[in-house]
């Protein structure tokens, strides 16, 4: 079939309409007609090829929502007309110690789907049948594609980080995937500080579950919460006063690491570490067993992330409005025949 597509020819550059054809899928693939897919900061990371590792002409998109139309000899778990949602992974070994322990986004083998493949800012996408997910109902076609990669993001490594309920939890930055984590972290029973450089998004994180919300203006030192935190996830892809972040921390708490600060390295004094037993960590997508419970959490307990839609037509203003941070909070582009 033929591909009609949304690309970047190279570095920084414009999208740009992209056509291209796409086999049969073979094996465990599943071609997915796309209805929606969200915008995440990491797909401008790829167009600037922030990580080194974008090849050009590059189809970003990686919050695929969409209808499986056509599935590979070997899939038997999905069906043609089946809902599905797709994240940043698009496949795995699926045999090593990571992926047997359900952890397939820590394998080595681990296949990007806009990493030498071309993603979801298209009509159609190739994928593995076993990293498409089917949505359950009731979460609705506009807001399911952001969970796939910022939700389940931000959901496994405030998991793994150790959030359970009744945790004192710190967000730093309100985009994308941290508006997403004030949600989760809130409504799993846990106190929610949220720090922001945006004064007009404190009210409004409030509303999504935060108890305490801090502005911090750029460049400047944040002010430390009421109380210590015991886990902190930081959203924000630029370097931050980390070792005022640490000193926020509890003894054995944990500053969790989702956005990348590609410039510098993350620097932070040794002994408020070594006194309190604190940690650093961070954490990649999240594997398919926790993508299945991320999904049954948002559906229960009403995670819809906060979306903004644009015709895929649209997709430079729309990538544009989530560089320049005027994105409230996720943007969505849809696509022209969607059904
Ligand atoms: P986003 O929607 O653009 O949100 C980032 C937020 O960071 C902004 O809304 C802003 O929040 C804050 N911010 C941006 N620039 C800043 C600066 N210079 N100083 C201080 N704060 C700043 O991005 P996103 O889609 O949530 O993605 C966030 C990061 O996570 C990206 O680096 C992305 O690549 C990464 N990511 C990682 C994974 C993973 O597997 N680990 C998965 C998905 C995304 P305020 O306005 O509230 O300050
Ligand atoms: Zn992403």
New binding site residues.
């Given amino acids: 079939m033929e591909v009609h597509a949304w690309a970047a020819k190279h570095r920084g550059a414009a999208l740009e309409p992209l056509c291209y054809e796409l086999g049969p899928p073979e094996g465990h693939d599943c071609t997915v007609k796309v209805r929606t897919c969200g915008i995440?900061?990491?797909d401008l990371?790829m167009v600037d090829d922030d990580w080194g590792m974008t090849r050009f002409p590059l189809v970003p998109g990686h919050e695929v929502l969409g209808e499986v139309v056509e599935v590979g000899p070997m899939v038997r778990h999905l069906r043609v007309g089946d809902r599905v949602g797709v994240g940043?992974q698009a496949g795995a070994c699926m045999h090593c110690r990571d992926c047997l322990r359900g952890e397939e986004n820590l394998c080595d083998h681990t296949r990007g789907l806009i990493v030498g493949h071309h993603g979801g800012f298209a009509d159609f996408v190739q994928a593995d049948a076993r990293f498409c997910f089917p949505i359950p109902e009731g979460v609705g076609d506009d807001v399911a594609g952001p969970l796939l990669?910022?939700g389940v993001?931000v959901f496994s490594?405030l998991r793994h980080a150790g959030m359970g309920s009744g945790m004192r939890i710190g967000v730093i930055?309100?985009?994308?995937?941290?508006h997403m984590a004030v949600m989760f972290a809130s409504r799993l029973g846990n106190h929610v500080t949220a720090f922001?450089?945006?004064e007009d998004?404190a009210a409004f994180a409030s509303e999504l579950g935060a108890a305490e919300v801090i502005v911090v203006p750029?460049g400047k030192e944040p002010p430390a919460p009421k109380r210590p935190l015991d886990v902190v996830v930081n959203?924000?892809?630029?370097p931050?006063d980390w070792a005022s972040y640490l000193g926020m921390l509890g003894s054995d708490g944990t500053l969790c690491f989702?956005?990348?600060p590609v410039d510098r390295p993350i620097a932070v004094p040794f002994f408020p570490m070594l006194s309190k037993r604190r940690r650093i960590m961070?954490?990649?997508?999240g594997g398919r067993s926790v993508m299945r419970e991320m999904l049954e959490t948002a559906a229960l307990f009403g995670v819809r992330p906060h979306i903004e839609t644009f015709p895929m037509a649209r997709v430079n203003d729309a990538l544009e409005h989530?560089r320049s941070?005027k994105?409230r909070?996720?943007a969505v582009l849809t696509s022209a025949d969607r059904a």
């Fill in positions: 995440c900061h990491s990371h940043w990669c910022g993001t490594a930055g309100v985009g994308g995937l941290g922001t450089t945006s998004k750029r959203t924000v892809p630029a931050l989702v956005a990348a961070a954490s990649p997508i989530v941070n994105v909070y996720r």
